[in-house]
């Protein structure tokens, strides 16, 4: 069965602790794999998409990398505005499989 | 470019009672979807549609009807709306199916009384 599991459910992080985000999936025929920001009352919000193991893409504090099984966020040195739900999805050949989101919420 | 719109952005109705949410894109997508949103569930697909004219059912479509009768709007139709039915609604378009991003626009939220 076609699945997208996301770690840990939540955390907490001080200001500037690195840390990193999980999602791995089980997809036939992966075609991409999607990171999304959501803040709360808000649509998500395209941050990556990667479409083949090896692959890594950075935005400022954040890198994404992709295995043939999992995804990584990488978060350095993070700020309290880098509070939110981020949310993992993989898009097989016809359908995309959103996981639960990882609640992060980094204190000053 | 206004991306993905949706409208309203809340919406209280009564058991029974049917609406229609609204959503438009202006970016000429093929592909647009409507998911749910409820706590610890993650976003579900609704109904999705490929084209103009051209519909499927994802993974939760009892209650709900969608249309396409052009490329830019999809709305998406409650008939009889039940407490079951509250919970957040985004509309989202894509160029494709897998492989390209999905924008989202910024939801409705629905009370079902």
């Not at chain 1, 990667?50 to 043939?68: C, I």
């Not at chain 1, 700020?79 to 990882?102: Q, R």
Request: charged residues 20%; contains cysteine.
């Amino acid at each position: 069965e076609d699945q997208v599991t996301q770690s840990p459910e939540a955390l907490r992080l001080q200001e500037g602790e690195s840390s990193s985000l999980n999602c791995s999936y089980t997809v036939s025929g992966l075609r991409g794999l999607f990171w999304y920001r959501q803040d709360p009352g808000k649509g998500p919000e395209f941050l990556f998409t990667l479409y083949s193991a090896g692959e890594e893409k950075e935005k400022e504090r954040l890198k994404a990398t992709l295995t043939k099984k999992e995804s990584f966020l990488h978060i350095t040195a993070p700020k309290p505005e880098d509070s939110a739900t981020y949310l993992c999805a993989a898009g097989g050949d016809d359908k995309i499989i959103f996981g639960k989101g990882t609640r992060l919420h980094i204190l000053p | 470019n206004a991306g993905v719109t949706q409208t309203p952005k809340f919406q209280v109705l009564k058991t029974g009672q049917s609406m229609t949410l609204q959503c438009a894109q202006d970016m000429n997508h093929e592909y647009m979807s409507w998911y749910r949103q409820d706590p610890g569930m993650g976003l579900r697909l609704i109904h999705y549609s490929v084209g103009a004219g051209i519909t499927d059912q994802g993974e939760v479509p009892n209650g709900y009807n969608v249309s396409r009768s052009t490329t830019e709007d999809f709305p998406l139709r409650l008939l009889s709306a039940a407490p079951s039915q509250t919970s957040v609604y985004f509309c989202a378009s894509s160029s494709g199916q897998g492989r390209d991003t999905q924008y989202f626009g910024p939801g409705t939220r629905l009370t079902v009384l």
